[in-house]
């Protein structure tokens, strides 16, 4: 038994000096970002990037031509690697682009030792690399057909294995006339494209390192971007160091009335960046995640679902806790949209516009959206979110939730079934979902709701890629979806119902519609104005005629922030940009005890 | 015994033939297109097709059967579909941390459920027996989920013992972050064990020899951890053994919650994404383990129990 007794003894000594030895970092030390991410990152390789995740942490390493103003709102561009903004030219087709001098990309042996300026060559082989079918790029839908030549040159290459030299193929809507001047020959006016060059897949990478790197570039991120990627753990954590060569970079000095209030611009015109290194931490369960931000771990955070009542009362202020914490809680709307999806190529669905009426007018939003948002969201009234230009506050949807009328309208829906051919009531509709409990619950209060009108409900639960086949192969009847703006302008909406855009396209609804898609084509290049807003007016009205979709939401961002950060302001649309946010360790010791 | 070596790999090709049928049954019915997760919502029929016929997916079946059965005998599956990484690298990473996740609970709850289970044995019906079971019964029922969260908010967070997540590779940093998540791993998986052992410890008691070795004079002691251990040894062996592949794959749950990249995330990111090359190598793997964690069980039953002849 002594035996047993010393076992026992050792192991629980060692257990103890395990514990003892729990390393708990000094918080308040140095200036260290820490950030979550939800997903994990697949590859640091800009033209493959398609998730708001991958954009955040390319752009700490990454710069492109443009970027979004961080303070001003409605979102404005201005130059980031060009000197100025573009030159375009009268007919609105050729864009010409200065870049900036010593600009110098991170230090990496495929330069051999040698500091490596940034060239318009560089932008040359970025662009082109977007259009090279061997890399699949999911975004060359916005280049394709765009630039003169480029097309063709991504033909050519179908006809050679990789690796390509680019440079061998001329196209002659990419032109770099010296090491500083590119020379963008559209081949019809573009007016999201100077949006597009903000787009993670037009930052701008030097051939030598895809050249050293292979496939394996993705994982190998050198850019000329404030940032330096020192590690990489995959589904845990990426780190970031300073970039201590970061060209002069400084911080806005203009911005919103507001800004000026709330501290946003005491940094104007200082170099950034201003924290020596950023922790992006990879937590795709929300607990960790608000856990660590309570105990300080993290600087920014989101506010789970089931975290909401711990940080507001029952009237939605703030609690005082939270306060007395100095937890910083904003309010900012989305750019996106949350809608069901009919696919009008069914013959159930899409061939009964009663039948969309009526679960139009059944599903009340606003009890969904308490549910299932907090309260964090707003009844979409139309496809176009606040914030967005051609947001009408104004706009009532003719469907919105009414039961009475949705009972009516369902009787009509039945006797146009029968009418065409159908026997009895109209069968079960099938809903397809993702396999994630918040999807799943929706599925059960949608099924509540439609079944007050009589209309069954089926649930069919498959995994992301099922789901999207299902979608991608029309094979889906009624389905649930959101957006996010790519870029601020109404059109990136709007281009969800436009028929060439079908399945397996962003129409999931596979709407369309003759009238439709000659206005958005009349308004896709339009400068913004009363003629646009007239026709996405005639646009809407479409939408809310046809119901393609059941308009459900636009969602409102919480974001949160410990009150030792500083200049920190939510960018719905090109999120990530930490190189403009500071921490004050001064601020950070003395709140830290505070939160325990 | 090299005979039976022999005979038992060979029996392994048949199962490994089947897994790999079945993984490509399933991938191909159920798992999805994974073109379209890898080349987003604005891809074109064309381009989705030119894919296609990149890796071979346009080709029948059975050819696509044959090609992945040529990458099973060759060891080389290429690279992730997502990651771009070799799959050989990927899976030495996670499982490495996989292991460091799952070795040390698992063989410190093995060695205490079988502690807790012989005293709960010696002592049947008494206070220490019922007090035991009744334990092990309540922590069978409460959820994984629960400990996890749970020992997350309560431990790390609110009495600041642990970190709440996280993992370091470097050693002993990386302890830090694991203890939580093996404290939790040893609660999960006491109960169920202490039980299991319990039920063969009470069936050894039951035997003549036990019975003569009392009679002999023997101590309850040494009858308890000499001669019923020993008889009891070959369950034992069975149970542990046949856990042992599974610990390479980790804990998805704990690995998610405690933000630990090991290869039970990699396995469910693979499936989420259609990372068909990813799917493939995991699910070989796991069949792998599970064949030689079988085969070596066996071996260690004629180590230890004479009477068992290979």
Excluded at chain 1, 10 to 23: D, E, F, I, Q, R
Excluded at chain 1, 429 to 451: K, P
Excluded at chain 1, 494 to 523: I, R, T
Excluded at chain 2, 43 to 61: K, N, T
Aim: proline share 6%; aromatic share 12%.
């Amino acid at each position: 038994m002594k035996h047993f007794l010393a076992i026992g003894i050792v192991m629980g000594m060692a257990l103890l000096s395990l514990l003892g030895c729990t390393k708990h970092t000094d918080k308040s030390a140095g200036k260290v970002l820490n950030a979550a991410l939800v997903s994990d990152i697949k590859g640091l390789d800009p033209v493959t990037s398609n998730d708001l995740y991958t954009h955040i942490a390319l752009v700490q390493v990454y710069e492109g031509l443009l970027q979004y103003n961080y303070l001003k709102r409605p979102y404005e561009l201005e130059p980031l690697l060009s000197q100025a903004m573009p030159v375009i030219s009268e007919d609105g087709v050729t864009y010409t682009f200065r870049l900036r001098e010593n600009i110098f990309f991170h230090d990496d042996p495929a330069f051999n030792g040698m500091a490596r300026p940034l060239k318009a060559s560089d932008v040359v082989f970025s662009f082109k690399r977007v259009a090279d079918p061997h890399l699949k790029s999911p975004n060359w839908w916005s280049f394709e057909g765009r630039i003169e030549g480029l097309d063709e040159f991504r033909k050519k290459l179908l006809t050679f294995k990789p690796p390509i030299d680019y440079d061998a193929y001329h196209v002659s809507g990419l032109a770099a006339p010296d090491d500083r001047t590119i020379v963008i020959k559209l081949t019809r006016p573009y007016r999201q494209f100077p949006y597009i060059l903000t787009m993670a897949h037009t930052l701008i990478i030097a051939p030598e390192v895809v050249k050293k790197y292979g496939e394996e570039f993705l994982n190998h991120a050198v850019g000329t971007g404030p940032f330096v990627l020192k590690d990489w753990i995959r589904n845990q954590k990426l780190i970031f160091k300073r970039n201590s060569k970061y060209w002069d970079a400084t911080y806005p000095t203009e911005g919103e009335p507001q800004d000026q209030i709330q501290g946003l611009l005491v940094d104007s015109g200082k170099k950034v960046p201003f924290v020596d290194e950023i922790t992006l931490w990879v937590y795709v369960e929300s607990q960790p995640l608000w856990l660590n931000f309570l105990q300080g771990n993290l600087d920014f955070g989101g506010i789970p679902k089931e975290a909401y009542d711990s940080v507001f009362d029952e009237k939605g202020e703030i609690k005082e806790e939270i306060k007395r914490k100095k937890i910083v809680i904003t309010k900012e709307e989305d750019p996106d949209i949350v809608f069901f999806v009919f696919n009008m190529e069914d013959p159930i669905v899409g061939k009964n516009k009663f039948l969309r009426q009526a679960v139009n007018c059944a599903i009340d939003r606003a009890e969904m959206i308490n549910l299932f948002y907090n309260n964090r969201a707003v009844i979409a009234n139309g496809p176009i979110p606040p914030g967005i230009w051609g947001y009408d506050p104004n706009l009532k949807n003719p469907y919105s939730f009414d039961l009475e009328r949705a009972k009516g309208l369902k009787i009509k829906a039945r006797e146009l079934y029968q009418m065409s051919g159908g026997k009895g009531d109209i069968p079960t509709i099938l809903y397809d979902i993702t396999n994630s409990t918040v999807a799943r619950q929706l599925a059960e209060q949608v099924s509540h709701e439609l079944t007050k009108i009589g209309l069954k409900i089926e649930t069919r639960v498959g995994t992301w890629p099922q789901f999207q086949e299902r979608m991608a192969k029309k094979q889906t009847q009624f389905t649930s979806y959101a957006w996010n703006a790519d870029y601020p302008d109404p059109e990136n909406f709007l281009q969800l119902l436009y028929s060439k855009n079908e399945s397996p396209g962003p129409n999931s609804a596979n709407f369309k519609n003759k009238e439709y898609d000659l206005l958005y084509e009349k308004m896709r290049d339009m400068a913004d104005g009363p003629e646009r807003l007239e026709i996405i007016r005639k646009m809407v009205k479409i939408i809310h005629e046809e119901v393609p979709w059941v308009l459900m939401s636009h969602r409102i961002g919480y974001p949160i922030r410990h009150g030792w950060v500083r200049n920190f302001k939510r960018h719905a649309v090109s999120p990530g940009l930490f190189k403009y946010v500071d921490i004050d360790p001064a601020e950070k010791k003395k709140i830290l005890p505070l939160l325990r | 015994m090299t005979s039976y070596v022999v005979r038992r790999i060979l029996y392994a090709i048949p199962i490994l033939f089947g897994v790999s049928l079945v993984t490509f049954i399933l991938f191909h019915v159920v798992g999805g297109d994974p073109v379209l997760t890898l080349l987003g919502k604005h891809a074109s029929v064309d381009e989705m097709q030119e894919l296609r016929h990149q890796y071979g997916f346009d080709r029948p079946m059975v050819l696509q059967f044959v090609r992945y059965l040529g990458q099973i005998v060759t060891f080389n599956f290429e690279r992730s579909f997502q990651t771009k990484q070799t799959i050989g690298k990927m899976l030495a990473d996670g499982a490495t941390v996989s292991l460091w996740l799952a070795v040390p609970p698992f063989f410190i709850s093995q060695f205490m459920s079988i502690v807790l289970a012989m005293l709960a044995a010696a002592f049947r019906g008494r206070m220490a027996d019922r007090f035991i079971v009744i334990m092990s019964v309540l922590g069978m029922s409460v959820s994984v989920l629960a400990y996890i969260l749970f020992g997350q908010f309560f431990l790390a967070f609110k009495l600041n013992w642990f970190p709440i997540s996280g993992y370091e590779s470097d050693f002993p940093d990386r302890i830090t972050y694991l203890v939580l998540p093996w404290i939790i791993w040893i609660v999960i998986s006491i109960g169920a064990d202490v039980r299991f052992y319990r039920t063969i410890f009470l069936e050894e008691l039951n035997q003549d020899y036990v019975r003569t070795a009392h009679a002999k004079g023997a101590s309850p002691f040494r009858v308890l951890f000499v001669h019923v251990f020993r008889n009891a040894l070959l369950p034992i062996i069975t149970h542990v053994v046949i856990e042992i592949p599974f610990l390479f794959m980790g804990s998805l749950l704990l690995e998610a919650f405690f933000g630990i990249p090991g290869l039970g995330n990699l396995a469910v990111n693979a499936f989420n994404n259609a990372d068909w090359p990813v799917v493939k190598a995991v699910t070989l793997l796991g069949a792998v383990l599970y064949i030689l964690g079988n085969l070596i069980s066996d071996l260690l039953y004629a180590k230890a129990d004479p009477r068992v002849a290979l």
